[in-house]
């Protein structure tokens, strides 16, 4: 994935500090240790803002493979998916706060603690199919899945594909 997208932007060989494995590595070790991005820096001999743009650029290629909530629920639907399941989970972490106006968005009263709340839709057998944008930790659940997911579910439960949730 990351050699297609150097190649598409033109980059030439050898013009890099990091090649396509190296900056796979590195976004591994972030997301897999939570190593700091000073240490991967350290590591992989480069600048600070260089390892900030390869683990952007390695999260943005990442990113762009996952599916669509409309392919998803079109795949669904002509496969003949039982049903799917619709929970919000918090994803707590200590690197943002967002002190404006009355408080911090970020921070969840229900989790007490600070992270991104995300939409998750699964198959039967719970495997994600799909995951929202991430809210603020201090957005409900039902609000987030009013934005983001509930409008396309209506139509698949209409085309005999329901969703089960929780209350929240």
């Known amino acids: 994935m990351l050699f ?19 900056q796979a ?11 700091a991005i000073a240490d991967l820096a350290r590591d992989n001999t480069i ?19 996952a599916p669509e909530l409309p392919e998803v629920v079109a795949d669904a639907v002509h496969s003949g998916t039982e049903h799917f399941l619709l929970d919000g989970t918090l994803i707590p972490t200590d690197r943002v706060h967002d002190r404006t106006g009355q408080g911090d968005r970020w921070y969840s009263g229900k989790h007490r603690h600070h992270g991104g709340l995300v939409q998750v839709i699964t198959d039967p057998d719970g ?17 987030a899945a009013r934005v983001h997911a509930l409008p396309l579910l209506y139509l698949a439960a209409g085309h005999g594909v329901p969703t089960l949730a929780d209350k929240a």
């Open 127 to 143: 495997r994600p199919l799909w995951v929202s944008p991430v809210e603020p930790g201090c957005t409900h659940d039902l609000t």
């Open 25 to 35: 590595v590195l976004l591994l070790r972030f997301m897999r240790q939570r190593a």
């Open 4 to 22: 297609a997208y150097h190649a598409r932007i033109g980059t030439r060989r050898g013009r890099r500090s990091l090649g396509c494995f190296a």
């Open 47 to 65: 600048s600070l803002s260089s390892a900030y743009r390869y683990l952007h650029e390695a999260l943005d290629v990442l990113a762009a493979q």
